[in-house]
Each structure stands twice: as structure tokens, then as C-alpha cells.
């Protein structure tokens, strides 16, 4: 949430900045603003709404520089507006820009009011500039070191979570940055650098990327790049400094990315870099290849982000089972880590952990996890299992589910899990370099690549794609499923990227079945077994991107309270495959068209549902029952995707939302 992006290089960079925060809009789009250093003054634009109000107010100004800083908010503290934009300015010295949120921020706010300091906005980030400029005046004037010691004095004092981007107007040459509990990395030019809350806001200018972790900082200039991690190190060791002309690579003390490394170290020598006001070490990270191209970023010929992640879908799976099995359709359990095969052996049971979609794929895992290992699973929010008091059976795997592996809640919670008993923790995730991917002792990569529209879409079906593969290796691991069965479980997951560009080609008629539909104002999603999931999953799309209240019951529950809603105003759509479960759904079905209440039913060409009045079935191809919940997922996200454009929403940034829940 929030997109920071900021340089400094030997040309103008204002563009560059604009470019990188209209690729980061995704992040949060009620406001946007950029500040840049020229000629020891501090230039400001700030507007409110989305970035193209920025970019019109640019137009008229002209805003350039070799340094500057640029953000584009989702509001915390304080309503969206201009003066609550970012960056935020003290003593028009200073220039911050922050995504997370300070905890300490009315603490610090009343301290550097009676010190005399005004207060502009009524956001928890200004404090961090005035803080810093109050810091900076503290230290001796001649000190060498004198602005970096300041932002160490700041971060010092600073409680809660932060990504941040500072300039000072008289330091035109040096950019300031720090990750504490939100996303950053350096992006590695030739001869500049940038910073950005996701590589995807750099791909126009370097390919090449360093991951900042945890309590780190560093201090950048066109040249060089010094990185200190809060915790202390080798004070005999050399001052991580590269040299941005080559391709540097150090190996980081904690890091163990899947992304490879790219070139040798360079390790000039270097100074003590310890402050005055805290423990800071110098640190070593490596400078990693972002994989996926500059195209990862742009729409190509699709109208939304979000309907080319749709269409990516056969690709992104077959790329997610691909580095999963053999040629012969054995499973890797090496896939899974080093560890894997001591510990598989060792599992009683499993305990998920995820929120929002990821969450819904964890539900669905637990039908296979269950059905397939019988092993006993649960899936919990994050948000509410990390303020639990949770009891742990041994042997237990806890097993965190993220598309951005940046999630505040999940996070928190496999943290927690860290030191609460388990056998082993599991990341599913997206993105490589992300903290819960390092921070877990096992791994599994879903290889969707960047997912842009805020709605989640391929990064689901493909994290159902390693969740199934994962109940397959634990249901051969646990004697409960025999050889042959695990490998046609195979040979249906290796023929699903097919089957879901068959669906894919059902588009026009699902577009028409939106057509009818965008007037409603509520409506009920059904399913049952593996499937009531998905509905929920479908209920989700709907409302987050055509604010149409949806709401998803297991189809057995119908009659239990939510059937009483139901009338020709009430529309439900159901998720009908066909399993062990379809006669008993056809029934509640049945109870729905006695009410007067019109179905929108996605269905099984084989399962005997006709067109009639109040009833539209859309029939969709058969398939192993393994893979049916990842396929019926599609159209529901298509019928989502089209309700939403005939509503005439803003579907790749949905009102209120933005990716990447970096906050509780
Ligand atoms: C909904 C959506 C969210 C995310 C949730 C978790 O379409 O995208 O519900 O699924 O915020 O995000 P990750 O998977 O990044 O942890």
C-alpha cells in the first residue's frame, strides 16, 4: 500500500519518477506527489486523486532535477487530499516520503510541536520530517557524516512500519532510504540509482535490483550504494560498498532468494560506519536480475491489467507446475527446500494461514489436504491468528499463503508462528525476494509473475495449482494415496492449462451473461464441497470491483436463514461441477426458482441443467475433479471482470482498495 519511488542519476529524473509512480498506482490512488533537489531549493507538486492529476500538474510546472523523491498514497492518517499528499516537507529542508504506518507518531508530533515545529497535514509522516530536521540541526556542522547520523537518529525513534525516501535541499547528491515492515528496493543503474517500493516501477531504467531487508537503510549516490542493517555485525569487515559501473553481487547473511545472484562481488574498503545513535552494521546484499521483462508492466493490447492476468492463466500455470515436476510427472519434493525430505515424513498436520483470495485458496487446500493425505488441516485469517492464543499439536507445518509475500497480517502471523511450536513453516508465494519467502524455512514459488490489477486473479488459481501438488505430496507421503492415483492426479493438473483456455474462449458468453446482471444491487453465490470456497472466492471478485454486495453460502446452509433474501431481485450464482455433491445442489437449486429467485448457473456440460426461464447455465468443459475448483474460478472472474466494466468501474483500481496490504 503507498508506491514510493525515488533517484538520483546525472539527468533529469522527474520523468522517471512519474513513469515509476504510474506503474505503482496499483499501490494506493488518492493522491500523488513528487519533490525534487535543483539548485539547493526543494521543488514540491502534490494533488489529490490519481496520478494523472499529478502528471497534468507537472504540465505546467517545470519540476526538474538529478535528485528527488515521489509517492502515490492510500490513505491511513488523514482523509485523501492535497495537503495530506506525499512528500511531506519540513523547514522546506527535508523531503519524506513513507509507505507503513508510525505508531509513535502523536508521541513524537507533541515533542516536536513544542519545539516549535508546524504541522501541516494530519498525517503520521510529517512527524518523520520534522524529526529528521530537528535530528540534523542536533549534529555537529561539521561532521562528514552529518546527514546520515541524523537519519539514523530518526529511525532510531521511530515505532511502527516504514518504507521511506528522504532528500535535504543542500545535499543534492544523496538519497536516503530504510525498510522496516514494508517492501524497498534499490534499483542499480549505470552510473544512478533509484529506489521503489517494487521493481516493476523501474523496468523503464534497470533490470537489476537489490532486495533492502528488515531494519535496513542505506545511502545513496549516483555512484555508490552503502547498505547498514540494524542488528551488528563484523565491525572488522569491509564497507559494503559497490561499484554501480559493473554488476556487483555480495551474498547477503540472511538471504537465500531463489532469484540467482548475478555477477561477481566487488568490495571496496571501507570506514567504520557505526552511529552515534544506534547499532548499525554495514550489510551485504545482492544485486539480483528482475526475471520477467518490462512488458510484466504494461497492459500489451488488454483493456485492464486485470483481464490480461485472466488470459495469462494457462501460461502462468504451466510455468508454476513446470519447475515442480519431472518430464515424467513426478513430483520434485526438492522443489519444496532442502530440508523437505526430512521433514515431510514428519508432518501430522497442517495449519494455513493467509488473507483475502489467498485465504479462499487456503480453504480449497483444505478439502485436497484432508481428502487426498487425510491429514487434518486449518485455515484461519491472518488477522485473526496472529492476536490468538493458539494451540499447537507437534508436527505441525504452518503453512502461509501470498501473492506479495508483504502482507502485514500474514506476516505477522508466520512470525509468530516462528516461535510458537511448529515443525516447520511453508511460504506459497509470488514474489521472490519478498520477507515471508525468506523468512520461511520452506518454499514453493507460484510463477504467475507480477500481478498489477488489484483484484487477484492468476495469482489464485496458481497458488491452488502448488497447494494441489502439495496435497498430492503429502498424500504419497502419508501412505494414503497409492502410486497410480497421485499420477493421474498429475496428468490432470498437466492438462488444466488446456482446459482453461477452452473456458477462456467462452468469454463472449459470459460477457453476455454480465450484461444482465449489472443492475443488481446484492446477490448470493452457492457451491458446495471444494466449491462453496470458490463461490466465495467469486462473491469476492464481484463485490471488491463492481461494488455489488455479494455474499457466498455453503448451498446447504440455504434454508437456514439466507433464503429468506432471495426474490427476482435477488440473483444467485451458482458453481455447479459435476461431483458427488451436484444432486444435492440441483435440489437447493430447486428451492431458489420456488422463491422466484433467477440463477446464474456455472455448470458441467454433462450435468443435465437446461436454459429456462429464470435460469442460465453456462456450461463449462468436464474435468478431473482435482482441477475442477481452479477451472469453474475463471469464468467467475470473467463474469466479474464484465459486470464491472458494463458498471463502468475503475477495475484495476477499484474505489477504497490497493494492492499489496502492506498495513494491519
Ligand atoms: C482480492 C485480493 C486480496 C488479497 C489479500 C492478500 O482480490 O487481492 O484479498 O488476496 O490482500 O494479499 P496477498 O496474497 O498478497 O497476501
Redesign the pocket.
Known amino acids: 500500500m503507498c508506491g514510493i519511488v525515488g533517484a538520483i542519476a546525472r539527468r533529469n529524473i522527474t520523468p522517471i519518477l512519474l513513469e515509476g509512480l504510474k506503474r505503482l498506482e496499483y499501490r494506493g490512488y488518492d493522491s500523488a506527489g513528487m519533490a525534487v533537489v535543483r539548485d539547493s531549493e526543494l521543488q514540491r507538486e502534490r494533488e489529490s486523486g490519481k496520478v494523472a492529476g499529478l502528471e497534468a500538474a507537472l504540465a505546467d510546472r517545470n519540476l526538474s532535477g538529478q535528485l528527488g523523491i515521489a509517492h502515490t498514497r492510500w490513505a491511513t492518517h488523514g482523509k485523501p487530499s492535497r495537503h495530506n499528499a506525499h512528500p511531506h516537507l519540513s523547514t522546506a529542508s527535508v523531503a519524506v516520503v513513507h509507505n507503513g504506518i508510525i505508531e509513535n507518531f502523536e508521541l513524537l508530533k507533541q515533542r516536536l510541536q513544542e519545539q516549535g515545529y508546524c504541522f501541516h497535514s494530519e498525517t503520521d509522516t510529517e512527524v518523520i520530517a520534522h524529526l529528521f530536521d530537528a535530528n540534523y540541526r542536533q549534529q555537529p556542522r561539521d561532521d562528514a557524516s552529518r546527514l546520515l547520523a541524523a537519519f539514523r537518529a530518526t529511525l532510531a525513534e521511530l515505532d511502527g512500519a516504514y518504507a521511506l525516501g528522504i532528500v535535504h535541499r543542500d545535499y543534492p547528491q544523496e538519497l536516503l532510504c530504510a525498510r522496516m515492515g514494508s517492501p524497498l528496493v534499490i534499483g542499480v543503474g549505470s552510473g544512478e540509482h533509484f529506489i521503489a517500493s517494487d521493481p516493476l516501477a523501474l523496468l523503464q531504467v534497470t533490470d537489476r535490483f537489490i532486495y533492502l531487508e528488515e531494519g535496513d537503510h542505506a545511502h545513496l549516490t549516483a555512484d555508490t550504494c552503502e547498505m547498514f542493517s540494524e542488528t551488528l555485525g563484523d565491525a572488522g569487515r569491509s564497507k559494503p560498498v559497490y561499484d554501480a559501473g559493473r554488476l556487483g553481487s555480495v551474498p547477503s547473511a540472511r538471504s537465500n532468494l531463489s532469484t540467482q545472484p548475478v555477477s561477481s562481488p566487488v568490495q571496496p574498503a571501507g570506514s567504520d560506519p557505526k552511529s552515534s545513535s544506534g547499532c548499525w552494521s554495514p550489510v551485504r546484499r545482492p544485486v539480483q536480475r528482475f526475471e520477467h521483462g518490462d512488458q510484466a508492466a504494461s497492459k500489451g493490447d488488454y483493456r485492464h491489467f486485470m483481464l490480461k492476468e485472466i488470459h495469462e492463466q494457462p501460461e502462468v500455470l504451466t510455468r508454476t507446475l513446470a519447475d515442480k515436476l519431472t518430464p515424467e510427472g513426478q513430483l520434485l519434493t526438492a522443489a519444496l527446500g532442502p530440508k523437505a525430505a526430512e521433514l515431510l515424513p514428519q508432518i501430522k498436520q497442517v495449519q494455513i494461514v493467509?488473507?483475502?483470495?489467498?485465504y479462499h485458496a487456503g480453504l480449497v487446500a483444505r478439502y485436497w489436504i484432508e481428502g487426498l493425505a487425510g491429514l487434518p488441516c486449518s485455515v484461519e485469517v491472518a488477522s485473526e491468528f496472529r492476536y490468538r492464543h493458539v494451540a499447537v499439536m507437534p508436527g505441525t507445518l504452518f503453512v502461509t499463503?501470498?501473492?506479495?509475500?508483504?502482507?502485514a497480517d500474514?506476516l505477522a502471523a508466520l512470525r509468530f508462528a516462528k516461535s510458537a511450536g511448529y515443525l516447520s513453516t511453508l511460504a506459497i508465494c509470488n514474489v521472490p525476494g519478498s520477507s515471508l519467502f525468506r523468512e520461511s524455512q520452506l518454499r514453493l514459488m507460484t510463477h504467475a509473475g507480477p500481478e498489477i490489477g488489484?483484484?487477484?486473479t492468476k495469482?489464485f488459481t496458481t497458488q491452488l495449482a502448488v497447494l494441489a501438488l502439495l496435497a498430492l505430496v503429502l498424500g504419497r507421503e502419508s501412505g494414503e494415496m497409492k502410486e497410480t492415483a497421485v499420477e493421474e492426479a498429475f496428468a490432470a493438473l498437466q492438462v488444466l492449462p488446456q482446459q482453461v483456455r477452452q473456458v477462456l474462449e467462452l468469454e463472449p458468453a459470459i460477457a453476455e451473461l454480465a450484461n444482465g446482471f449489472a443492475d443488481k444491487r446484492h446477490t448470493l453465490f452457492l457451491g458446495r464441497g471444494v466449491h462453496y470456497p470458490v463461490a466465495m472466492e467469486g462473491a469476492?471478485?464481484l463485490k471488491?470491483i463492481s461494488y455489488i454486495h455479494a455474499e457466498a453460502y455453503a448451498a446447504g446452509e440455504l434454508k437456514h436463514g439466507p433464503l429468506a433474501l432471495v426474490d427476482d431481485e435477488m440473483p444467485v450464482v451458482t458453481v455447479a461441477p459435476s461431483d458427488e455433491l451436484l444432486e444435492k445442489l440441483k435440489s437447493n437449486l430447486q428451492e431458489v426458482r420456488a422463491r422466484g429467485g433467477r440463477l446464474i448457473n456455472f455448470v458441467c456440460q454433462q450435468a443435465g441443467l437446461n436454459n429456462d426461464d429464470g435460469i442460465r447455465n453456462l456450461p463449462l468443459p468436464k474435468a478431473d475433479e482435482l482441477v475442477t475448483p481452479i477451472l469453474y474460478s475463471v469464468p467467475l472472474q470473467l463474469f466479474s471482470y464484465h459486470v464491472a466494466l458494463v458498471k463502468g468501474t475503475d477495475v484495476d483500481k477499484p474505489r477504497n482498495l490497493a494492492?499489496?496490504?502492506t498495513v494491519e
Open positions: 493467509a488473507c483475502g483470495t489467498s499463503l501470498s501473492q506479495s509475500g508483504e502482507t500474514t488489484v483484484a487477484s495469482a469476492l471478485k471488491e494492492k499489496s496490504v
